[in-house]
């Protein structure tokens, strides 16, 4: 949808995914958008050089958000809004509104 | 010739400036190089940021003639204790672009900077956002050393809606 403004759609993805979900990382994404690890890793490395997100490490893993000092953000939020809204309902719920648990798990606890 | 290894952190940033200067790219130098310098060294820097809106490529052949080495976006001459950096432009803190930059003048080039003002606003946001207190400590060092218009700083902290974290800020500074 967005594809030809951001020239390339894995970024168009990234992007809606950090509007609904807040935060996210590489092997996350990877799973709920069915995208290769490198493209993912690809496309939020630009991000970041670009300003729009920033990461921090927790442990081993490399979480992304936006980046609250990014100039244009309340403006590029307002426009992946709208754009979000034209989505089919199905798509959203297939990549970015997936339920996810958040609340504990014991760690050892069989699945 | 360049002393790389006795180098200061002013004069380096005064040199890259001037270099790239005349190449025709101008450059406005931001972030904590800004704090070494207004806190005359209270706080040491490793990198220089630079803001600019020519093209990297070119940026980078200018680098690489004066001796600098690319890795990870990252300039480092092998001699200099100090690596160079490029960072995404506009020049802005939060939502607010910089409209007056002040400009410093060295032995070995001029500086195009944020003022002492904007790099106290700069350092805030860093420590509004993210609870930073490393950069609350700047933001004081820089105006232990210079003139700031706190004023100026207060209206852009109510602007970001920041109101509390500006308290914290002005009570050290009483």
């Known amino acids: 949808m967005l594809e030809s403004l951001f020239g390339n759609a894995v970024i168009e993805k990234v992007l809606f995914s950090l509007l609904i979900n807040k935060n996210c990382y590489g092997s996350e994404l990877k799973k709920s958008l069915s995208i290769p690890l490198y493209s993912i890793q690809n496309a939020l490395k630009r991000l970041e050089k670009g300003g729009v997100v920033v990461s921090t490490q927790k442990g081993k893993t490399r979480i992304f958000q936006f980046n609250p000092r990014y100039p244009f953000l309340q403006e590029l939020e307002a426009f992946l809004k709208k754009a979000y809204s034209f989505l089919p309902q199905e798509i959203r719920q297939k990549y970015y509104e997936t339920p996810k648990r958040t609340r504990p798990r014991r760690s050892g606890k069989p699945l | ?174």
Not at chain 2, 14 to 24: C, P
Not at chain 2, 31 to 58: H, M, P, W
Request: proline share 3%; hydrophobic share 35%.
């Open chain 2, 1 to 174: 010739m360049i002393d790389w290894k006795n180098i200061s952190f002013e004069n380096l940033a005064g040199y890259i400036s001037e270099q790239l200067r005349q190449e025709g790219i101008e450059t406005v130098l931001v972030g904590g190089a800004c704090v070494t310098i207004y806190s005359k060294n209270r706080y040491q820097s490793y990198d220089l940021d630079f803001v600019t809106y020519e093209d990297v490529k070119k940026v980078r052949n200018v680098l690489i003639n004066l001796g600098f080495k690319e890795k990870s976006g990252c300039f480092r001459h092998e001699d200099c204790p100090w690596f160079v950096e490029f960072v995404s432009p506009p020049v802005a803190i939060g939502n607010e672009p910089v409209e007056k930059l002040n400009t410093l003048e060295t032995p070995l080039g001029m500086i195009k900077m944020l003022s002492p003002t904007d790099s106290v606003k700069d350092r805030l946001s860093a420590y509004y956002h993210w609870d930073d207190t490393q950069t609350l400590d700047q933001a004081v060092q820089i105006c232990q050393e210079q003139a700031v218009d706190i004023k100026d700083v207060e209206r852009w902290s109510e602007r970001e809606e920041m109101s509390e974290k500006l308290q914290v800020f002005l009570s050290r500074l009483s």
